[in-house]
């Protein structure tokens, strides 16, 4: 069965038909102090697939951890979190005496919780692999990369990452368009101000398309599309994963000149274009029944 709530239906049912789960969506009552509470639809499959993607992640981890229990304590054997923005990734290090490692914290809680966890293109620095920022059972990172790639398969465009952290992203997006991809080079001096220094090619009359995991507050994107286009591009796109999409951001990449700006359906943003059912219920036929 699929567990679900009411924000996330159409998601929901995308996924349940794709992968054949029974759709079960959860109730949330909000109390007038602000508390939740949560009633799971009886009786509960002896495999519980949970969805819930964690962009404005605060609440909803604590949903998880409420249904997770109640999952478990209504029969659920086995319980899986379909997560396909996952949250609390990028910080895996302290840099200052004193912070919390949110990625290391959140991790061991999420695998805590979970016998397996699945989500799509998690932001991992300098982690190798999902299991080592969350350590559950089975933890399986997928890639919308190609199918970011499929969506610009014609002849001439060139795909640009803005920073080395994006090469698995584009270089995958890359191959699966059959084009040419370069990397730019980003110094980040706070979290609006970017500098970036674009790779050496030929953009007089190319069709150029960024290519990123996330796109959070946009000024790295378009700090990227306006260079781009002061040499000569003849058009420039921005694609991605994860349309966070923070404050003004639209209006930034509009600004800078971008014609178009697509992503995938793991953030519900009128930006998307991409379907990611097929590919998570791929992964939800791997785990055991």
């Known amino acids: 069965m699929l567990l679900h709530f ?20 959860i109730e949330r009552h909000r109390f007038p102090d602000g508390e939740l509470k949560l009633r799971l639809p009886t009786p509960v499959a002896t495999h519980a697939v949970l969805l819930r993607s964690l962009h404005r992640p605060n609440e909803k981890l604590i949903e998880l951890l409420f249904a997770a229990y109640a999952a478990r304590e209504l029969g659920a054997q086995h319980v899986t979190l379909v997560a396909p923005y996952l949250a609390y990734m990028r910080q895996d290090a302290a840099f200052t005496p004193g912070e919390a490692v949110s990625q290391r914290i959140i991790g061991r809680w999420l695998a805590d919780l979970f016998d397996a966890v699945i989500t799509i293109d998690p932001h991992l ?42 090469e698995p992203w584009v270089r995958a997006a890359a191959a699966a368009a059959g084009c040419d991809s370069a990397l730019c080079r980003k110094t980040r001096h706070g979290d609006r101000a970017v ?13 150029v398309v960024i290519v990123d995991d996330v796109a959070s507050t946009g000024h790295t994107l378009a700090a ?22 923070c404050d003004d951001a639209d ?23 991409i379907g990611t059912a097929d590919l998570i219920a791929s992964a939800l036929r791997t785990l055991p029944r």
């Open 6 to 25: 009411d924000d996330e239906r159409d998601y929901a049912m995308r996924l349940a038909t794709a992968a054949g789960l029974t759709l079960a969506p």
């Open 125 to 166: 620095h300098r982690v190798g692999s999902l299991k080592e920022a969350v350590p559950a059972r089975t933890a399986i990172a997928l890639s919308a990369a190609p199918l970011i790639g499929a969506s610009f398969h014609t002849t001439g465009v060139l795909m640009l990452g803005p920073d080395a952290e994006a």
């Open 195 to 207: 500098e970036v220094t674009l790779p050496e090619a030929s953009y007089t009359e190319r069709h």
């Open 224 to 245: 990227v599309a306006r260079q781009v286009l002061a040499l000569g591009a003849r058009r420039v796109d921005v694609a991605v994963t994860h349309a966070l999409l």
């Open 251 to 273: 209006a930034i990449l509009r600004a800078a000149g971008v014609s178009s700006f697509l992503s995938t359906d793991t953030v519900p943003n009128p930006s998307n274009r």
